[in-house]
């Protein structure tokens, strides 16, 4: 089951994160972040304030009255660095990805604070200037970093923003608030996943019905956090075997947030593992109805190859379904490079794989023998041109081993095939084609790969891909909802 799509929060930095469970709940406007091995945590008390995202080991805050959001985080550094050194860490971070150069600049210390004040334009809203301000605080190796901001207009100077930060400060054995309870039930999940161990989910359902308790008190996360607590928590029970109530909690969360794709996806999933045709194909229709409320760059699904509705492989009304959603699921988007553009291509029956890293997405085509792969990369290029396609192709022609078919150039595409070597596990040797193609400001580049040889059929399919391949102009992500 694609359950990646639900989740939000990386695997390796839950693995990172705990809180330690208390009796005692955070006060309703406090606020905290913590790691690992720590007793203590970074709080700060915001009244006014909601949370606007969240993601772990890092939190933004926003209080519209006063357009005002404060960003709170803590990350792991080296052993003995000290608050000084985590803002001149922050601060060239933020100068590494600012849209536009700071200004204003100005480095002070107020203890156990080191800050950093800096004016410079709103990347969301130029020519509107914004006005910074960050707190950074060192202890036991870890930076903990507090930074607010407001308008220039509203905040003039770096003193006005300070009262935002007056209350921040680090605390022993801090009370559990209902995203302390997430991160340490995603803790349990992610754990439990790859055995699919029962004790573990247990432990998981214990810590997020703990924070929907909360929540039901006294609301404070931001939709995709209650969603990711939500739909993981129904997965839990599923997965310990409690079908029943993993059935009453997407049924819950439908009616609770009925344009969510993902909780009606996980309710068509729910039916279907429970054999109930209809109301499976009528949850599948309603999620893929609203698949456009998906946050940027997230993906349904693929029903096709998830194996909770294998029961309806024969039913025809399911393989008609399949077929009116094969357009959306073989139809993939990359911005390219340069800004402004898109290339589309068709990918039939390909399922994003786990591999996808480093500006490489993987997809893979599952069939009756071996899959077949296929790797798509984007890089910039200003002046890209076939003969350059061709020569990228011919330098990694001297890198890599292997038994190399000559590189050609077709048209506007340069392509070599060449045997790899065989896996660890001693199968066959690996037949790859790997083709290079102008984007405007941009080479895309195409590797498709399987155990053995390509069989006529996998050619056939690799020329209707090329075929698919458009460049066009890119429109605005609509927000999800």
Not at 61 to 88: F, H, I, W
Not at 116 to 138: E, G, M
């Amino acid at each position: 089951m694609h359950r990646a799509r639900v989740m939000l929060l990386p695997a390796v930095l839950l693995a990172s994160l705990s809180i330690a469970l208390s009796a005692q709940s955070l006060a309703r406007d406090a606020y905290s972040v913590s790691l690992l091995g720590k007793k203590w945590a970074l709080l700060i008390d915001l009244p006014g304030f909601a949370v606007e995202r969240y993601g772990g080991d890092s939190m933004i805050l926003y209080n519209p009255q006063k357009d005002a959001r404060v960003v709170m985080g803590v990350e792991q550094r080296s052993r003995g660095v000290t608050s000084a050194q985590c803002r001149d860490l922050f601060l060239s971070e933020i100068r590494m990805n600012a849209k536009y150069p700071l200004r204003a600049i100005n480095l002070f210390e107020r203890a156990p604070f080191a800050f950093a004040a800096f004016v410079t334009t709103d990347p969301a809203a130029p020519p509107r200037a914004l006005r910074y301000l960050n707190a950074s605080l060192a202890r036991d190796g870890v930076c903990s970093d507090l930074q607010v901001r407001r308008p220039a207009q509203d905040a003039p100077d770096a003193a006005s923003l300070l009262p935002f930060l007056a209350t921040a400060r680090l605390e022993e054995n801090p009370p559990s608030g209902s995203f302390d309870l997430l991160r340490q039930g995603e803790v349990e999940f992610y754990k439990a996943e790859p055995s699919f161990n029962k004790e573990d989910y247990k432990r998981a359902i214990q810590m997020y019905e703990k924070a929907l308790e909360m929540e039901s008190a006294t609301p404070r996360m931001d939709k995709a956090s209650w969603r990711l607590l939500t739909n993981h928590l129904g997965i839990a029970y599923e997965r310990t075997g409690d079908a029943q109530t993993a059935l009453e909690i997407f049924q819950g969360a439908v009616r609770k947030d009925p344009g969510d794709p993902i909780f009606l996806y996980n309710l068509a999933r729910t039916y279907a593992r429970a054999k109930d045709l209809a109301d499976a194909l009528d949850n599948l229709q309603k999620a893929f109805a609203v698949k456009d409320r998906l946050p940027a760059g997230e993906r349904m699904p693929d029903p096709r190859t998830d194996p909770d509705f294998s029961a309806f492989a024969t039913e025809a009304a399911f393989q008609q379904q399949l077929q009116a959603l094969a357009g959306y699921l073989d139809h993939y988007e990359f911005p390219v490079p340069g800004g402004g553009l898109k290339l589309t291509i068709e990918l039939p029956r390909f399922s994003p794989s786990g591999d996808s890293e480093n500006g490489t997405s993987v997809f893979s085509r599952e069939e009756k023998d071996q899959p077949l792969r296929a790797a798509i990369t984007l890089t910039a290029g200003e002046s890209a041109t076939p003969e350059a396609c061709l020569q990228s192709l011919q330098d990694f022609q001297q890198q890599v081993s292997g038994v190399f078919v000559r590189p050609y150039q077709a048209g506007s595409i340069a392509m070599m095939e060449y045997s790899g070597e065989p896996d660890s596990s001693g199968g066959q040797y690996r037949r790859v084609l790997l083709i290079c193609q102008p984007a405007h400001t941009a080479y895309l580049f195409l590797e498709f790969s399987r155990e053995g040889n390509f069989s006529q059929a996998d050619r056939d399919l690799i020329t209707q891909i090329l075929n698919s391949i458009r460049v066009v102009e890119a429109t605005p992500v609509p927000k999800s909802k």
